[in-house]
């Protein structure tokens, strides 16, 4: 399984970006896929996450109401629209997929994507 992540970079506060995760390689039903970030410093967090196959999704109570998460079957692609962006959204997202190996969730994780917010 490969996740490629793409999107990041230097954006105003205020301002839009989107991120995408392109996921390949995969031969398992997909269990979960879901954005993660870590600032300097802190420890990664969950920013939203899709369940299964994308009629629930949640979110981070800090980017309720200004980031979107989507998926694209078809592309095996995910989505995550942000939009009023602030300085502490700065952090590396990266892009997680869950699969149901036999019975068993594993993980795969992307490469990590920088999002810098400025003031």
């Known amino acids: 399984v490969q996740l490629v992540e793409s999107g990041g970079g230097l954006v105003q506060a205020g301002g839009s970006l989107r991120l995408s995760c392109t996921a390949s390689?995969?031969?398992?039903?997909?269990?979960?896929m879901g954005w993660y970030r870590q600032a300097p410093g802190k420890q990664r967090e969950l920013v939203a996450v899709?369940?299964?196959?994308?009629?629930?999704?949640n979110y981070a109570d800090s980017v309720k109401g200004r980031f979107t998460i989507s998926r694209d079957n078809a592309k095996n692609t995910m989505y995550l629209q942000m939009n009023s962006l602030k300085p502490e959204d700065t952090a590396v997202y990266y892009c997680?997929?869950?699969?149901?190996?036999?019975?068993?969730?594993?993980?795969?994780w992307g490469q990590g994507t920088q999002v810098t917010v400025s003031s």
């Open positions: 997680n997929l869950v699969l149901a190996v036999l019975g068993t969730p594993r993980d795969y």
């Open positions: 390689g995969i031969t398992f039903s997909i269990s979960a």
């Open positions: 899709i369940i299964g196959g994308g009629g629930r999704k």
